[in-house]
T-cell receptor, first 110, second 116 residues
Framework: QQQVKQSPQSLIVQKGGISIINCAYE??????FPWYQQFPGKGPALLIA?????SEKKEGRFTISFNKSAKQFSLHIMDSQPGDSATYFC?????????FGQGTTLQVKP | GAGVSQTPSNKVTEKGKYVELRCDPI?????LYWYRQSLGQGPEFLIY????????DSGLPNDRFFAVRPEGSVSTLKIQRTERGDSAVYLC??????????????FGSGTRLTVV
């Protein structure tokens, strides 16, 4: 019940395209859903986050869509750029500690 | 400092040896978290400190793992009798007070531990 399942494991997108990563959770007590970006040799960095009282949040090229009834949320990266190539993790929390998904390696081809 | 500092950045040790990993959080942050990230996986929670005390140590895998934060600032993760399966990147994060959840988490770059 503490798991967060993330897909796909890897993703290749052309420059300018839309990257979509999906996550699903079981624990309805989770109340905070962040997405992290991680580059090799670095720690995860917060990209964007949402709470379950809203269905969508947009910050620049990054959008989170949240479906509370389905217990799913997704990250959309619009106009994907080669600099977006990284590993992305969804996560969920209700106590301060984060439960992470397995990660998605995104490659944006020029 | 400006960010969360972890030392060493890399540590190679022999199976059975004892290691200490250090985390220096952002000044003024009272909440500190340790996570372990195995190759190709998401980080897994180990332990959470609020001030000097361990508020949640439910993620420590066994009694070979121990962490301290004696003065409420720097924390040390200690691993006894290391095993090859302990090889991973150990990440530390801090946040202002922990009450807002992880919304103000900042992660360090981690310590890559290799047990040979």
């Amino acid at each position: 019940q503490q798991q967060v399942k993330q897909s796909p494991q890897s993703l290749i997108v052309q420059k300018g395209g839309i990257s979509i990563i999906n996550c699903a959770y079981e624990n309805t007590a989770f109340d905070y859903f962040p997405w992290y970006q991680q580059f090799p040799g670095k720690g995860p960095a917060l990209l964007i986050a949402i709470r379950p009282d809203v269905s969508e949040k947009k910050e620049g090229r990054f959008t989170i869509s949240f479906n509370k009834s389905a217990k799913q949320f997704s990250l959309h990266i619009m106009d994907s750029q080669p600099g977006d190539s990284a590993t992305y993790f969804c996560a969920a929390s209700n106590t301060g500690k984060l439960i992470f998904g397995q990660g998605t390696t995104l490659q944006v081809k020029p | 400092g400006a960010g969360v500092s972890q030392t060493p950045s890399n540590k190679v040790t022999e199976k059975g040896k004892y290691v200490e990993l250090r985390c220096d959080p952002i000044s003024g942050h009272t909440a500190l978290y340790w996570y372990r990230q195995s190759l190709g996986q998401g980080p897994e929670f180990l332990i959470y400190f609020q001030g000097t005390g361990a508020a949640d140590d439910s993620g420590l895998p066994n009694d070979r793992f121990f962490a301290v934060r004696p003065e409420g600032s720097v924390s040390t993760l200690k691993i006894q009798r290391t095993e090859r399966g302990d090889s991973a990147v150990y990440l530390c994060a801090s946040s202002l007070d922990g009450t807002g959840g992880p919304s103000d988490y900042t992660f360090g770059s981690g310590t890559r531990l290799t047990v040979v």
